[in-house]
């Protein structure tokens, strides 16, 4: 009988896509993070490295009465002249996650977003920001099950939402993350850049006067 329970759990996560985003306590992922941003005041070009580490720590009751995650988020800076290992994390900030068969829902710096919804399934769309006050902005499961090889690390299921994608002759909005089975978000993208200077066939990525671009990818995960 207890072999039948869990076989129906397994097959229930599996079916829903709830494997996407595991919430046992414990799981802790790490991400290098490249940022770059362009100042058209300055005209300064300022890129910033680090490494951060997510871990899911304890289960709480939050203020709305429903079941909740405290995920922190540890930091280190790169330096070119010492290893990462040899560099300490330093606490950097909570979040709170919000899980069930219906959604996750992750409240980052007290900003809550639907980055979620179950089941699973191609060109399902909502809106990311129907808890907060920033606005609709529909996201929408874009590519499913995908095999894919981030930062060294070969992955044979990744789904992508795709969380915006806006683009003028002088801007480019574009937001996506992807999950993998198992581990949860691998790989997250956000173009918020700008320019003024047309120049007919040149994309506005190469010529770039305003705005920033940021990368977070996998290193590696585990359980603590």
């Known amino acids: 009988m207890l072999t039948s329970c869990k076989k129906k759990t397994e097959d229930a996560t599996s079916v829903l896509g709830l494997d996407y985003y595991p919430t046992k306590l414990g ?3 790490i991400y290098d993070v490249d940022s770059t941003v ?3 005041l300055t005209l300064d070009t300022v890129r910033y490295k ?5 871990k899911l720590v304890e289960s709480f009751t939050d ?5 909740a995650i405290r995920l922190e988020r540890f930091i280190k800076m790169y330096n070119p002249n010492k290893l ?3 560099i300490p994390y330093t606490i950097k900030e909570v979040w709170m996650v919000n899980a069930d068969d219906k959604k996750i829902q992750v409240a ?3 900003i809550r977003f639907t980055k979620m ?3 699973v399934a191609l060109n399902v769309i909502w809106n990311g920001n129907a808890n907060n006050n920033l606005g609709e902005l529909m996201y929408a499961y874009f590519i499913i099950d995908k095999a894919e090889t981030i930062n060294g690390n070969a992955l044979s299921k990744v789904l992508t939402v795709k969380q915006r994608d806006e683009r003028t002759l002088i801007s480019v909005h574009y937001n996506i993350e992807k999950y993998s089975k198992g581990i949860g978000l691998v790989y997250r993208e956000i173009k918020d850049i700008y320019s003024n200077t047309v120049v007919a066939n040149i994309p506005v990525e190469q010529r770039i006067e305003k705005g920033f671009i940021y990368k977070q990818t996998l290193v590696s ?4």
């Open 38 to 40: 362009y100042n058209d």
């Open 63 to 67: 203020n709305e009465g429903r079941p």
């Open 221 to 224: 995960y585990g359980n603590e």
């Open 84 to 86: 990462y290992d040899s």
């Open 27 to 29: 799981k802790f992922v």
């Open 108 to 110: 980052e710096s007290n």
């Open 50 to 54: 680090y490494r951060i580490k997510e």
């Open 117 to 119: 919804i179950f089941p």
